[in-house]
């Protein structure tokens, strides 16, 4: 059995996987831990996993994951942006709660042909979203092109984190803004026992089991543990150029929504 254990003053644990002390050693986390790039990795888990990715992204968030992108929507449509970009926009969910918004235009890029391919059956009914595949660190639109970019638990599989917030800001208009929503640590002591026992071991098992992946749902609580949140992801904001950052927590801080400025 596995716990996150004790966190130290940043909130990160200090004890590792396997994996986790390969990544601390220099070697970024990857998923399957092989010759291949991080992108190519984080490619074949999610099309591994696309089949049964909506029904465990519900059944373990208890459908809260379905309230934070509500929430970020809700967000998104005080600007009543005109042209919105969904960065890794897997199977099209955020895609389609941003449709609400009545945008001329919805662009969702993910660099996983099957996560697309569960997304594309899912967006028949909206004519405004449009999905392709692209990679969110060479973005093939020109610069100042969208209103809105988002991206909803994606920044943390990027390759090159700076590189994707830099691209992203690059095809944005002027005064346009980002929108991240992203997993965190939570701080109370009490929900960080709960949570991490829950995130360490039941969702790791019952991931195996289901997505017949079993790496996919271990590497997703190394994933968070050792992706920057808060104060240390508005720092990758500001290196990146983006101004005038809000960061608003959930659910006990288990995820953030980071708002940026371009
Ligand atoms: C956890 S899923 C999130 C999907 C969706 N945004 C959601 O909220 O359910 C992460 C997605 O990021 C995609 N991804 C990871 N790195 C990417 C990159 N460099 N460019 C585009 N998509 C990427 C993966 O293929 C995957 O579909």
């Known amino acids: 059995m596995y716990f996150w254990g004790k966190l130290n003053k940043k909130g990160c644990s200090v004890v590792s996987t396997a994996h986790e002390k390969a990544s601390s050693m220099g070697t970024p986390l990857t998923p399957y831990n092989t010759e291949e790039s991080k992108k190519q990795q984080v ?20 459908g809260i994951d379905k309230l934070w992108r509500r929430k970020l929507v809700k967000l998104i449509g005080r600007k009543q942006p005109k042209m919105i970009l969904d960065v890794a926009t897997g199977t099209a969910d955020l895609a389609i709660a941003e449709s609400k918004l009545h945008p001329t235009k919805i662009i969702g890029v993910d660099i996983s042909e099957k996560m697309l391919a569960v997304g594309r059956e899912k967006i028949k009914s909206y004519p405004m979203i449009e999905l392709q595949l692209g990679d969110s660190e060479a973005l093939q639109f020109p610069d100042n092109t969208f209103d809105a970019v988002s991206v909803s638990f994606g920044v943390r599989n990027f390759e090159n984190v700076p590189k994707g917030l830099s691209e992203m800001r690059r095809v944005l208009k002027p005064g346009g803004t980002l929108y991240v929503l992203e997993f965190s640590k939570p701080r109370n002591w009490f929900i960080q026992k709960l949570y991490y026992f829950y995130f360490c071991n039941v969702l790791p098992f019952i991931g195996k089991l289901v997505s017949k992946d079993a790496r996919a749902y271990s590497y997703l609580p190394e994933s968070v543990r050792l992706f920057p949140d808060g104060q240390q992801f508005v720092e990758l904001l500001q290196q990146a150029g983006y101004k005038d950052i809000e960061c608003k927590t959930l659910t006990f801080g288990i995820s953030t929504i980071y708002i940026a400025g371009k």
């Open 43 to 62: 490619a074949t888990m999610f099309n591994n996993v696309a089949g049964t990715y909506d029904f465990l992204n519900h059944f373990f968030s208890m």
